[in-house]
């Protein structure tokens, strides 16, 4: 199975950018990069995904390296609401395996 | 609001006991996933359902299975409680239009605890 590697945890101040960073290098040709963020006491939540190229939404921003072994989730402007633990996941054809996600505090 | 709901939200049994957990997708999508998630870790996937039919199993015993009905709404049924089973189960739907497609919505859970 492909794996991600993420931090434990980041921190950030209110209204700064943050750079949530994944490494995948088993990824295969095929695999999607999903980013899915779950705030307390809620399910999971799609937060952007893409294959080769950055794809930006209202959300956030995905940065893929040229050699897809590593993606970036970049929120511009964090947000208290953006407190939450952000999963990189390699989406495989009938399945997303979640690792422990990076648990992301933001400071006011 | 994603338009998934499971029931019930809380739910206590003892050891050895059987459980079912259902949820009800979001209208208009044909694929249904199970997730286990323990305290403190994310979500593992147990299996997924499309078009009534099992097509992707994780690591879970036999004893964990689903059912998908015509209205694609979904059971999961948990035989012979483990107290290990205390977790919350979490039931996600998407529109499955072709591979690795579709964005998935998630319930908020069903929270487990074997005693």
């Known amino acids: 199975d492909a794996k991600t590697t993420q931090p434990n945890s980041m921190e950030s101040n209110e209204e700064e950018p943050v750079h949530l960073p994944c490494n995948h290098s088993?990824?295969?040709?095929?695999?999607?990069i999903h980013w899915y963020r779950q705030l307390p006491s809620q399910g999971p939540e799609y937060v952007i995904h893409?294959?080769?190229s950055n794809v930006n939404n209202r959300m956030a921003s995905l940065a893929i390296a040229e050699d897809r072994k590593s993606s970036t989730l970049i929120l511009h402007r964090a947000t208290l609401r953006d407190a939450a633990v952000y999963y990189c996941?390699?989406?495989?054809?009938?399945?997303?395996?979640f690792g422990a996600g990076t648990r992301l505090t933001v400071k006011p | 609001e994603t338009g998934v709901t499971q029931s019930p939200t809380h739910l206590i049994k003892t050891r050895g006991q059987q459980v079912t957990l259902r949820c009800s997708s979001q209208?208009?999508?044909?694929?249904v996933s199970w997730y286990q998630q323990a305290l403190g870790q994310g979500p593992q996937f147990i299996f997924q359902?499309?078009?009534?039919?099992?097509?992707g199993r994780g690591n879970f015993p036999p004893r964990f299975s689903g059912l998908q009905f015509p209205n694609y709404s979904s059971e999961l049924n948990v035989n012979a409680l483990e107290l290990d089973d205390s977790a919350l189960y979490l039931c996600?739907?998407?529109?499955?239009?072709?591979?690795?497609?579709?964005?998935?919505?998630f319930g908020e859970g069903s929270r487990l605890t074997v005693l």
């Open positions: 088993t990824i295969s040709g095929t695999d999607y």
């Open positions: 893409g294959l080769t």
């Open positions: 996600a739907s998407r529109l499955r239009q072709g591979p690795n497609t579709g964005e998935l919505f």
């Open positions: 359902y499309y078009r009534e039919e099992e097509n």
């Open positions: 996941i390699l989406r495989d054809l009938n399945d997303m395996r």
């Open positions: 209208s208009g999508h044909n694929t």
